[in-house]
């Protein structure tokens, strides 16, 4: 068995889509290797949970405002988000636990992490690239940190004895285009709730699902209850899943204000409710990389109504229950006036069963013997 070091932004968990793709690909690698594992965590997140034997968490860091402040000091001449998770004494250790534990592979994971790998030498690596940094700032700001994001991103990738995966063609195409990079694309992992998720019933509501902390999905959501959830026909009910919402709604959700509309907060399996939706909504407008809800959601058998952000890297052969909304109007229309059966929605989920690969980092990864073991200096 490998002994492998991986180390992740996030603490791996089900609160949102990319730490679930982390515990996943954890838990799945642990079957036939050890791992070792370093997470960042704010004082809001709960500890990890270790689902097996194989898995040791090695140390957590704290995270939080200050910290990122003092990092980012210290190197300013390279973009904020992949320096402020770094400093010289996390550096420091990570070092030393490569060298006294051997590791056969070092795993780096979300692109915060990839500094490290800068100054780790005769091991092999790999990254997973969730998603395109430059992409995601082109997006936002009108762009004008664009310029310095290209050029801390290519530094950040270009590390020795690399392989770098990423979750779909499109991203893979995007970072060759900018930085001649090659990648390797790997389809997001699917929780067994996913796949074990068949629709019963054709539900009478519409689902919103994500992780309200981050500010794409909460501005996509105050975006949808400002401006399209108004005009939208008084039958029609909906329900918002998911972390970061507290009782009130923070002011984005009051159920006075919206009396159609149920919040259920997290819930460990939300999968039969999406199942059993109408359509999934995804008011989506800044961000990058593949929308893991969007997938999860065509997964269970649900149609999405969404803009292009939310289908990109998702591939045609479900555009038939992909419904794109170009602005509130079409929003309105489309939710207003969407129909489905419970025979299309079986359909959709027999399609995607029998279409969706998962190439799989961890087949990779077990596939492979790693010469070069550790570095010695």
Known sequence: MKRILFITAFVPSRIGAGENFSRRLINDLAVQNYIDLICFKYSYNEDYIIESNNVK??????????????????????????????NLNRLFFIKKAVRKYHYDLLIFDFSQTFLFSKFIHGIPKVFYSQDVIAQRYSRIYWGIFVPFVRLSEKFVLNSDNVKIFTPSEKDSKIIIQLYSIETTVTDIYLDQYVMNSIPDVNGNYFVLFANWNRPDNSYGLKWFLKYVYPELNKELNFKIIGTGLPNNGNGVYNKGVYPNLEYLGFVDNPYPVISNARALISPLFTGAGVKVKVIESLACGTSVIGTDLSFEGISDKYSSFMKVARSREDFVSVINNFQTELSEKLELKKLFINTYNNKGISGYINSRQFPGRYEKN
Do not use: E
């Open 57 to 86: 968490v090695l140390k957590t860091f704290s995270n939080s405002l200050i910290i990122k402040l003092l990092n980012y000091m210290m190197f300013p001449f390279i973009f904020p988000l992949f320096v402020v998770r770094f």
